[in-house]
C-alpha cells in the first residue's frame, strides 16, 4: 500500500459509484499519468485488506 509508511503525500482520493468505474479509471489513469499521486480503490485496495487503515 504505497500512502503508509512514507510514501507520496496524495493530492486526490477518488471516490466513486460501480456505475462509473469504466470512467473513473480512465480519470485515474490521466491523473498518474500527470505525475499526481491518488488513491483509488482498484490500485490500493487488495481484496482481503481492511479498509480503514487504508483510508486514514
Known amino acids: 500500500m504505497r500512502w503508509i509508511d512514507g510514501g507520496p503525500r496524495l493530492n486526490v482520493f477518488l471516490s466513486h459509484n460501480s456505475a462509473d468505474k ?4 480512465a480519470l485515474a489513469m490521466l491523473l498518474a499519468g500527470e505525475g499526481i499521486n491518488l488513491f483509488f ?5 487488495r481484496q ?3 479498509q480503514s487503515p487504508s483510508l486514514h
Open 22 to 25: 469504466d470512467t473513473v479509471r
Open 41 to 45: 480503490d482498484e490500485w490500493d485496495i
Open 48 to 50: 482481503g485488506d481492511p
